[in-house]
């Protein structure tokens, strides 16, 4: 379902529809540990930055694993030889036995809450109503989305779901098992106005990326629409979580944060299932920062978001309070069926993969007038032969 790297490559991390995540040492090409502690497909798997020791998991029945690969539980693989802590296989190869650690901690029932408290523009609570409720947990809630804030506050992650918009915040050194059967984040950001009324449609979200500094949070809605947040706003008032300093503790109730600043959409943009996915090229000396997104359009193409916010024009829609932005850059052709995951290499190409079975690799300004491949679905009549 997933599969992440950690911070030098040297480990990859796997989410798996079996119910476990597995731990692959990339030169040996071997597998070191296997996570089982869910008992639903593992959608989301993340290592903490900087801490590649620590790995997060979530899963479809709405459940949160942190996991320490330095934990000494270990398994043996059956019908095989040990000796001296080495497993001898059947073609004499010395592999280390696979260890199979405990999770330290486990968050159920997530994101199954409702908001008491009022609201106004731009997301911001008015807490006078009580804080937000927070019910039973629903074996129906799919947590879609994890990761973690980054370095000096990589103690921190987001969490989003398949029912709700709203996003929950946790932090690693809170004890979060709980006798009730039911994890109190550290905080509740608020979802879109629309999708809180009784009786409207509930849209969830795809993905999480932050961006390379941090400071922003882009989110994808399943209402076909990239919500923004500003990642020092995750908390309203004096909060000490969001620094390394700040205290260790259990939680008994969740603080507020604010809506998404705004919204980010293209024509082409069409979030029609939870397998759309998105990625974030990290800013350097040689490329700009750029968001990439899979897309169920009929024309069957990912859309890349330039996010510099200089570069936005006048909003051509107020939702909720909100200025929606309808910017970006669709990639035509290329694929015959939905696009769903995107990467980034370290040269800055994109690379998207779709249903019909194939990998497009996307260089930038660069395209294919032949074969009506690009960057833009450009009018061959509309450009000169130097364009």
Not at 57 to 62: F, I, K, L, Y
Not at 81 to 108: E, M, S
Request: glycine share 10%.
């Amino acid at each position: 379902m997933h599969m992440a790297f950690s911070s030098d490559d040297g480990l990859l991390a796997t989410g798996s529809g079996d119910q476990t995540a597995c731990i692959v040492d990339m030169p040996t090409q071997t597998v070191t540990h296997t996570l089982r502690d869910h008992k639903s497909s593992v959608k989301q798997v993340a290592f903490r930055p900087g801490h590649d020791n620590i790995v997060a998991t979530s899963c479809r029945e709405g459940v949160v694993s942190l996991w320490d690969l330095r934990s000494n539980s270990q398994t043996p693989a059956t019908s095989m030889k040990t000796v001296t802590g080495l497993t001898i296989t059947g073609d004499n190869t010395l592999v280390a036995p696979v260890r199979h650690p405990q999770p330290f901690t486990t968050i159920v029932g997530d994101h199954s809450v409702t908001f008491r408290a009022g609201r106004s523009s731009y997301g911001t609570y008015n807490t006078s109503r009580g804080p937000p409720s927070i019910q039973d947990p629903r074996s129906n809630v799919s947590i879609t989305s994890l990761t973690f804030l980054e370095q000096g506050r990589d103690h921190l992650f987001l969490t989003a779901a398949d029912q709700t918009s709203h996003l929950s915040l946790w932090d690693i050194r809170v004890n979060y098992n709980s006798r009730r059967g039911c994890s109190v984040p550290l905080s509740l950001i608020a979802g879109i106005d629309s999708h809180q009324g009784k009786g409207n449609r509930r849209y969830g979200i795809n993905s999480l990326s932050l961006s390379t500094d941090g400071a922003r949070l882009y989110s994808v809605c399943r209402d076909n629409t990239v919500y923004v947040y500003a990642t020092n706003h995750l908390i309203l008032g004096h909060a000490p979580e969001l620094t390394s300093q700040g205290p260790s503790r259990r939680q008994k109730s969740s603080e507020i944060g604010l809506g998404p600043l705004y919204g980010l959409r293209h024509p082409m943009f069409i979030t029609s299932t939870f397998y759309i996915r998105s990625s974030l090229r990290k800013a350097t000396t040689h490329h700009e920062e750029l968001l990439a997104i899979g897309s169920s359009s009929p024309a069957n193409g990912p859309v890349v978001f330039n996010t510099n916010e200089k570069l936005f024009r006048k909003p051509v829609v107020q939702k909720d309070c909100l200025p929606i932005y309808n910017t970006g850059t669709w990639l035509t052709g290329g694929h015959n069926a939905e696009a769903t995951g995107t990467a980034w290499t370290s040269e800055g190409d994109l690379v998207s993969l779709s249903d019909d079975g194939t990998s497009r690799v996307w260089r930038e300004g660069t395209g294919s007038r032949q074969h009506g491949w690009g960057w833009a679905d450009v009018d061959a009549e509309s450009f000169e032969d130097d364009d």
